[in-house]
DNA sequence: TGTACATCAGTGAACGCGCGTTCACTGATGTAC
DNA sequence: TGTACATCAGTGAACGCGCGTTCACTGATGTAC
């Protein structure tokens, strides 16, 4: 991770330059997983970890604004596709289901892709605040719509299947959501605080919010 | 509030300088209020409020965080305050009740509370975020265990009422506050998601981690 | 009622810091002859 | 195989900024005689 004395750094070959970028943007991302925040994230400390002068990333970033949203954007990625690839622990075949299997195989995902959430939220409180807190509008990001539009959707769309026609799947999504962040950055900031058991609390909220029997 | 030419102040008298250490207070109180978060805080913009110098500041505190740590002190008892003070809207005698009468009226206390809580944290972003914010705990608060705790209790004691033995009351108070503190940080933050109706919001949380009857 | 004095609330200049950003430049590399 | 040259990735110095904090001081006030 980061060395007390940089490593100078190999000049790029002409040509080459643009692998400097992917440097640039895998430093910032160490950084802000190893830092707290975003605001605490310098263009000169990037450019330490790198092993290059501040200037240096003016050619390939116009302003720091822009180098974060670059680093944000692949986190906000990087978590749609934690929670697509979290599975079930125990899934089973897809043939042969009746309804009430259906039912019970979306509402293991939607668990597994809470656990999977908060997981990534708690590894990397840094990255998580940068993606999700006070300050994440202002990195000038923009997707269609909400940046964390498709993260939500990872979670909607199992609660759409667990809930069918017998309730409201966007707003038990949301609530699903809003406890996950609250786990997460409760958790991260009170650190003194006795918290229980991680997966049971999650599995409270799930079981509660989708009326569903405890699994713990 | 702040304005753009800072009022000059008149000099205190010797013997009352103790004066200015509220007046210190304050200013911080109201630029933490209007301000997005307490890293964004300076002394001198605390000091420009007052209409005063900056070292002036340091007859009454010796560090910048230790003036925060007053700032953040009172509002712990601010919110502890208001929630003790909400009321449920339809208070009935506490005479003449039965076990159901007092379990509903613990539920709607709880329900009064968790509004208090979310409206003083919707309000007061900034605030709110220096009281449970990720550098919380970097103010050197120190009060008899977490400094959320008082707080916290006035949550705790209408859910073991309106549990009784029924139920883990210490678990589903820190759902409840895991949901509020998700809640305000999120809907703080995401302004361009569409959320729902916030009391609605707030009632299914508790009603469904307390199993009761939803409200609307 | 008048003067000398001590108190002390608050000032003004300065410190060293890290920041984002600009600018003119250097010097290793690949290419053309 | 050898030399001149153009490219361009990255450097180093400098800018102005606001910050927390220090220090020696000023000058209005209340008090003692």
Same mark, same amino acid.
């Given at each position: 991770?980061?060395? @007390?004395?940089?490593?100078? $750094? !190999? &000049?790029? +070959? ?5 692998? %400097?970028?992917?440097?640039? #943007?895998? /430093? ?77 195989? @979306?509402?293991?995902?939607? $668990? !597994? &892709?809470? +656990? ?5 939220? %708690?590894?990397?409180?840094? #990255?998580? /605040? ?77 079981? @509660? ?8």
């Amino acid at each position: 991770m980061t060395s @007390a004395t940089p490593a100078p $750094r !190999a &000049r790029n +070959r002409p040509g080459e330059g643009g692998r %400097l970028r992917d440097d640039i #943007v895998d /430093a910032a991302d160490a950084l802000l997983a190893d830092a707290g925040s975003a605001a605490r994230l310098s263009l000169r400390a990037i450019a330490r970890e790198v092993g290059i002068t501040a200037p240096a990333i003016y050619a390939h970033f116009t302003t720091k604004e822009q180098l974060l949203s670059a680093v944000v954007a692949r986190r906000f990625a990087g978590l749609a596709q934690a929670l697509r690839d979290a599975e079930p622990e125990s899934a089973e075949p897809a043939s042969t289901r009746g309804p009430a299997e259906q039912r019970s195989a @979306a509402i293991s995902t939607v $668990r !597994a &892709r809470t +656990r999977a959430y908060v997981a990534y939220g %708690l590894e990397h409180p840094g #990255v998580y /605040a940068a993606l999700f807190g006070p300050d994440a509008d202002h990195l000038g990001l923009t997707y269609e719509g909400s940046p964390g539009e498709e993260v939500f959707a990872a979670l909607l769309d199992p609660v759409s299947s667990a809930l069918g026609d017998h309730g409201d799947a966007l707003a038990v999504a949301t609530d699903l959501w809003v406890a996950m962040h609250g786990i997460v950055t409760l958790r991260s900031s009170q650190r003194g605080f006795v918290w229980g058991d991680l997966d049971a609390q999650l599995d409270r909220f799930v079981s @509660a919010l989708l009326d569903a029997p405890r699994t713990r």
